[in-house]
């Protein structure tokens, strides 16, 4: 980066912010700022994902000014069990004539508590409502830096009280074991390549949790800062992943960063770029330190270190599962297409650990037939999920409204279609294997019998009480009846509930009757 011709700064980690101080080469009137990205550089070895390699700059770029005096950055965390709401304040040029003002409103905009005073802040709330991905209460927080009655500066926050910990050998939500209904997801549009959009994201959400999904990987680098903002929003738990992955280098001729130090610099910038600025981020429940680059020395310095930055949360890398040696580096048995019952030996084998694939399911053509295999891993408590491969299909929409992949602009060498292993199409529309995936991910269960309906809940924190419930008769393939109802099944029970089916009104003039009932 140059500012009026003078050298400002130099960034590697193509998804992870750069932000550089030009305040000394800026000047009065117009200013000339460039840019020159480099397709190729030391970082290409760090970043080789399997995915489309577009040049440029896919984010924003912007500049902005301060006060002399400001607030530079704050952590802020929301403890369910105390209630209390903690922001830890940096200021750049703090003296004792200024002090913090804290601010914290509820979901419904009401304030709910206040604290004043130096840069370590804490104000506890009365009855605070617990997120999750099932209900994503959010918290307004607003730090503001006075002089005297003078405001020198404001930051607004969002944060939710939620606790996520590793204990008894399980992964625990708000003290509850959770299981995962995951997807991998890469950052592309069909359309603009790597430049999303708020609308292309707001949709990719709705149909996440349209799908049942209730848990997203942000494979395999730091997603748009927006991203993080909408899943603490809309509810969606979140693995949080490092720029990181040497896949053909650690995979077949040489083992990087492995436990070379001249690497360690390097990769310890990007997850420390990712903890700092995503850690405010509600949602995030797990940080990853990459994707496919082996072990070494160099990712046990990593996890030490994300560790350090954020006691709170839980770390994850598959790489140690192909060096038992490090596998102190991640908190959570984690691998990659492994068969079920290979993952259900290792279940039964009294592990030290709780289980996640952190990709399974190759969602490749006429795919995912045999996912209930995975689902019914349910049943142990060490098993918390998977995250399915992958979202969408990687496809780029050329001048002639073809959906494009490897190998169809005359590149090579290619992987061709390789990538086109999304339960959605490239445009969004959903494939069948889409269908399949709602059904089995579908946290409430209805079995319909002569007598009425059993409903189990398997949601942890709301009940069905919000959800109608709509009965059918069919006969002969038509529907003749239909009722809607409400019934409220707590979080983790089950109940039959007692249905007067009026089948005796269509018995003589159809050859078959079916019951039918869903959830609305």
Known sequence: LWVNGVFAGYSEDSMGPAEFDVTTLVRAGENVVAAECYKYSSASYLEDQDFWRLSGIFRSVFAYSTAEVFIADAAVTADPESGTVRAEVEVERWDGSLSLELVVRDPS???????????????????????????????????ALRRGDGILDIRHFRTGFRSIEVRDRQLFFNGRPVKLHGVNRHELDPRRGRAVTREGMLRDITMIKAANLDAVRCSHYPNHPLWYELCDRYGLYVIDEANIESHHL??????LPGDDPVWEPAVLDRVERLVKTDRNSVSVTIWSLGNESYAGDVFRAMSVHVHELDPNRPVHY?????????????????RMYA????IEEYLKSDPKKPYISCEYMHAMGNSVGNM????????????????????????ILDGNGRMCYGGDFGDRPSD????????LFADRTPSPKAQDVKQLYANVHIAVDASGITIINDNLFVSTA????????????????????RFDVAAGASEHVEIDWPVDDYRASAQELVLEASQQ
């Open 416 to 423: 061709y279609e390789f990538s086109g292993d999304g339960l």
């Open 109 to 143: 905009g009401a304030i709910a508590a206040q604290a004043s005073g130096g840069r370590s802040l804490a104000a506890p709330v009365p009855a605070p409502k617990r997120w999750s991905a099932e209900t994503p209460e959010l918290y307004t927080v607003t730090v």
């Open 250 to 255: 650690s995979y077949h001729a040489c083992v």
């Open 318 to 334: 598959e790489g140690v599962t192909h060096n038992r040696k490090y596998d102190d580096v991640t908190d959570i048995e984690t």
């Open 339 to 342: 068969h079920a019952d290979e």
């Open 372 to 395: 209930d295999e995975y689902t019914a891993l349910e049943r142990y408590p060490q098993y918390q999920g998977g995250f399915i491969w992958d979202f969408i299909d990687q496809a």
């Open 466 to 485: 919000d959800s109608t419930f709509v009965l059918r008769i069919l006969a002969d393939g038509k529907p003749v009846w239909s009722s809607s109802r």
